[in-house]
C-alpha cells in the first residue's frame, strides 16, 4: 500500500490536514506499506517557500516519516505537458477563449441556468468544437484548455443495464468508507450536467489540480488516496483522466472533515486552528491526535 499526504504550500496547516496526513501515514503503516509527501505548488503566485519550510516541520513534529526526495509538481512540468499532448492528439481537448464574465452570462441564459461543479459554474460549452478532429494541429500553450467531457465521458462511461433506462452508461469506481468497499457509479448524464467541461491546463500554469493530481497519483504508485470528502466531487474527473491516459485508478478513501466549534469547515485562513498555533501553546502530537479522534500512539 502507498499512501500520500499532497498539500499546497499556500498557508499554515491547521487541524484538518494534521487528521488527513496523519490517517493517510497511520493507513499505510498498518498496512506495512509507504506515506509519501508531495507539494502541490502548481500555484506559484500563492505558494510561498516558508510554508513549505513550515509544512516540514509540522509532520516532522507530527511523528510522520517519509522518503526524501519530496516529490514537488513545480519541477513535474514535463510530465504535465505529455499527458495534455496526449489528450490533444486525441482531440478531447479544446481552447477556450471566454471570460469569467463571458461563462456567467452564457451560463446564467433563461434556457441554460448556471449549475455548480467542483470548480464553479459547470461551463456552458461556448467554445466546444473548434478543434478540427482530423487535423488539430499543434497544442497552443497560450490559452486554458477544457476536456471535451461529451467525448471524454463516451470513452470512460460503461453502459449498465437498468430495466427503465436502458441507455444508462456510468462511470464506476471503488470507495473505502470507515473501511467498508463500496462502488461509486455516477452517471454520463451527471458527469455532463454537473461538472462538465473542466478546465486541465491554466493559462498561468500549464496545468491543473485535476491534471497534476492524476498524473502525480500515478508517477507515485500511489494506490490509495486518502483526502477530505470536500474532494469527492473531483473524484469522477479524476477516474476519468486515468482511464483517458491509461493510468491505474487507485481506492478513494474520502475522510470526514475537521470543523470549527461552529460547524464551519477549517480554511487555510483559519489561523487559529493552525498546528503551530497549538504547538507554541505547548500541545503535544498526542493531544493533536485526541483533538481530531485518532488514537494515541
Ligand atoms: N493539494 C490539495 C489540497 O491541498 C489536495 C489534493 C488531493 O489530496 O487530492 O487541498
Excluded at 454520463?188 to 491546463?201: A, F, K, P
Aim: proline share 7%; hydrophobic share 35%.
Amino acid at each position: 500500500m502507498i499512501t500520500r499526504f499532497a498539500p499546497s504550500p499556500t498557508g499554515p496547516l491547521h487541524l484538518g490536514h494534521a487528521y488527513s496526513a496523519m490517517l493517510a501515514h497511520d493507513m499505510a503503516m498498518d498496512a506495512n506499506g509507504t506515506f509519501l509527501l508531495r507539494i502541490e505548488d502548481i500555484d506559484q503566485s500563492r505558494a510561498r517557500p516558508e510554508w513549505e519550510a513550515q509544512i516540514y516541520d509540522d509532520l516532522r513534529w507530527l511523528g510522520l516519516w517519509w522518503p526524501e526526495p519530496v516529490m514537488r509538481q513545480s519541477e513535474r512540468q514535463a510530465a504535465y505537458e505529455t499527458a495534455l499532448d496526449r489528450l490533444w492528439n486525441d482531440v478531447l481537448l479544446y481552447p477556450c477563449h471566454c471570460s469569467r464574465r463571458d461563462i456567467e452570462t452564457a451560463a446564467s441564459a433563461p434556457q441554460e441556468g448556471a449549475t455548480m461543479g467542483p470548480d464553479g459554474i459547470v461551463y456552458p460549452g461556448t467554445c466546444a468544437g473548434s478543434v478540427d478532429p482530423y487535423d488539430p494541429g499543434p497544442r497552443p500553450n497560450d490559452v486554458p484548455l477544457r476536456l471535451d467531457m461529451t467525448k471524454a465521458t463516451r470513452l470512460v462511461c460503461k453502459h449498465r443495464v437498468v430495466p427503465d433506462a436502458p441507455w444508462t452508461h456510468v462511470l464506476g469506481f471503488e470507495e473505502m468508507l470507515h473501511g467498508k468497499r463500496r462502488m461509486i457509479t455516477v452517471t454520463q448524464e451527471e458527469m455532463l450536467r454537473s461538472i462538465g467541461d473542466v478546465v486541465l491546463s491554466r493559462r498561468d500554469m500549464g496545468t491543473s489540480y485535476h491534471l497534476s493530481v492524476v498524473v502525480d497519483d500515478a508517477a507515485q504508485g500511489i494506490t490509495d488516496v486518502v483526502r477530505g470528502s470536500d474532494l469527492f466531487d473531483a473524484t469522477p474527473i479524476h477516474v476519468t483522466l486515468q482511464k483517458l491516459l491509461g493510468l491505474p485508478t487507485p481506492r478513494y478513501h474520502h475522510h470526514r472533515l475537521i470543523r470549527d466549534d461552529n460547524g464551519k469547515r477549517l480554511a487555510k485562513r483559519d489561523d487559529a486552528r493552525a498546528l503551530s498555533k497549538f504547538r507554541a501553546e505547548g500541545a503535544t502530537p498526542n493531544d493533536i491526535r485526541r483533538l481530531v479522534g485518532l488514537t494515541e500512539v
